[in-house]
C-alpha cells in the first residue's frame, strides 16, 4: 500500500461512485420506517433503529421479529446475529483505514456492507478512506431522512395489511439475501435454515425460530472446508 | 420493551463494528470463524422470509404473501432495484387482498 495523494480525476471518480451507492442504498429507509410502524414500533423508535443501530438488515430483522409476534428483545438478538457480519468487515478494514482513536470511534458507527464494499478494493489508504467516508456518511443522512419519511407516511396510512405491507417484509429479507444466494453452498444453507425456523414454528415462542436457523449456519460452517472466498 | 430491545440492539451492533476496526485480526481471522460469519447472514435472513411469508402465529399459512414473494422473486430476477422489489410486492399482496 501506498500513501501518495489521490489524483484528481481519481477523487472525482470515487466520490461520484460513492454518492451514487449512498443514494441507492439510503432511499429504502423508505421502506423501513413504513415497515418498522407497521410492526407496532413508534415513529420515535423507527427513527431511533436508524440512528442508532445503523445497519439495515439488522434493522429489518428487529421489526420483523416484532411484526411475527416475537418478544422485542428476540429480535434485538436476531439483530445482533446479523450484525457480526460487520466485525469481520472491520478486521478487514482495519489495516487499510488505520485510523484511531476518536475517528475510528466514529468510522465504527458508518461500518456498514455498502461502505466496506466501496472501499475495501481500493489501492491506497486515501482512496479507501474517501470511498469509506463518502459512501458510510452519504447513507446515513439519506438513510435516517427516509425513514423518518417512511414512518411518518406509513403512519398517516393506517392498518398495514391493507397495503400489502406485511408482504413487503419478506420482499425486503429476499432482496437483502439475494445477492448472497450465488453459490451453491448458500443456496443449501438457506433453504435448511427456512425449513428449520419453518419446522419449529408450531412449537416455539415467536422470535426463537429465527434464532434457531442460525443454527444450520454454525453446523454448516464448521462441517464444510470451502473457502469464503 | 421495545426500548430495551431498540438500545440492545443499538449498543450491541456498535461494538460488533468497532470490535472489527480495534481488536488484532489473530483473534478471529480463523477458517471456521468466517465461514460461520459469512453463513449466518444467509441463514438468517432465509429464515425471517419464511417466518415473515409463510405463517401467522403458530400457524404455517399461504395466502396474499406468499403471491407477494413470487413476486419479488420476478423482480429480483429482472435485476428490478430494491425499492421496486419491496413495493412490488406489496402492491400484489394488496390487489390480491380486493379480489
Known amino acids: 500500500m501506498t500513501d501518495t495523494p489521490l489524483p484528481a480525476p481519481q477523487r472525482r471518480a470515487i466520490i461520484r461512485d460513492s454518492l451514487g451507492v449512498g443514494v ?7 421502506s423501513f420506517g413504513a415497515v418498522s410502524v407497521a410492526a407496532g414500533l413508534t415513529v420515535a423508535q423507527t427513527c431511533a433503529l436508524s440512528l442508532l443501530v445503523f445497519t ?3 434493522q ?9 409476534g416475537g418478544a422485542p428483545i428476540s429480535g434485538a438478538l436476531t439483530a445482533l446475529l446479523l450484525g457480526t457480519r460487520n466485525t469481520l468487515y472491520g478486521l478487514r478494514l482495519a489495516p487499510l483505514l488505520a485510523w484511531r482513536g476518536v475517528r475510528r470511534a466514529l468510522a465504527a458507527h458508518v461500518l456498514i456492507d455498502e461502505s466496506t464494499a466501496m472501499s475495501v478494493t481500493r489501492e491506497t489508504r486515501d482512496a479507501a478512506r474517501l470511498g469509506f467516508l463518502v459512501t458510510g456518511v452519504s447513507i446515513f443522512v439519506l438513510w435516517n431522512v427516509a425513514t423518518l419519511a417512511g414512518a411518518v407516511a406509513g403512519n398517516a396510512l393506517g392498518d398495514p395489511r391493507k397495503y400489502g405491507l406485511d408482504a413487503a417484509v419478506g420482499a425486503a429479507f429476499l432482496a437483502l439475501l439475494w445477492p448472497r444466494l450465488h453459490r451453491r453452498r448458500n443456496q443449501l444453507v438457506a433453504v435448511a435454515a427456512a425449513a428449520v425456523a419453518l419446522g419449529i414454528v408450531p412449537l416455539a415462542p415467536a422470535g426463537v425460530p429465527v434464532l434457531a436457523a442460525a443454527g ?10 470451502e473457502q469464503v472466498r | 420493551m421495545m426500548w430495551t430491545a431498540v438500545l440492545v440492539a443499538a449498543v450491541g451492533c456498535y461494538l460488533l463494528k468497532l470490535a472489527g476496526l480495534s481488536v488484532p485480526p489473530r483473534v478471529l481471522e480463523r477458517p471456521v470463524v468466517e465461514r460461520v460469519a459469512d453463513l449466518i447472514p444467509v441463514a438468517l435472513l432465509s429464515a425471517l422470509v419464511a417466518v415473515q411469508v409463510f405463517t401467522r402465529g403458530h400457524e404455517l399459512v399461504v395466502d396474499a404473501r406468499a403471491l407477494g414473494l413470487l413476486v419479488a422473486v420476478v423482480l429480483l430476477l429482472l435485476r428490478a432495484p430494491f425499492l421496486v422489489v419491496v413495493f412490488g410486492a406489496a402492491l400484489v399482496a394488496a390487489v390480491a387482498r380486493l379480489l
Request: proline residues 0%; glycine residues 18%; without cysteine.
Open chain 1, 24 to 30: 441507492a442504498t439510503g432511499a429504502y429507509g423508505v
Open chain 1, 56 to 58: 439495515g438488515a439488522s
Open chain 1, 60 to 68: 429489518f430483522a428487529l421489526v420483523g421479529v416484532v411484526a411475527a
Open chain 1, 216 to 225: 444450520v449456519a454454525l453446523v454448516a460452517g464448521v462441517l464444510t472446508k
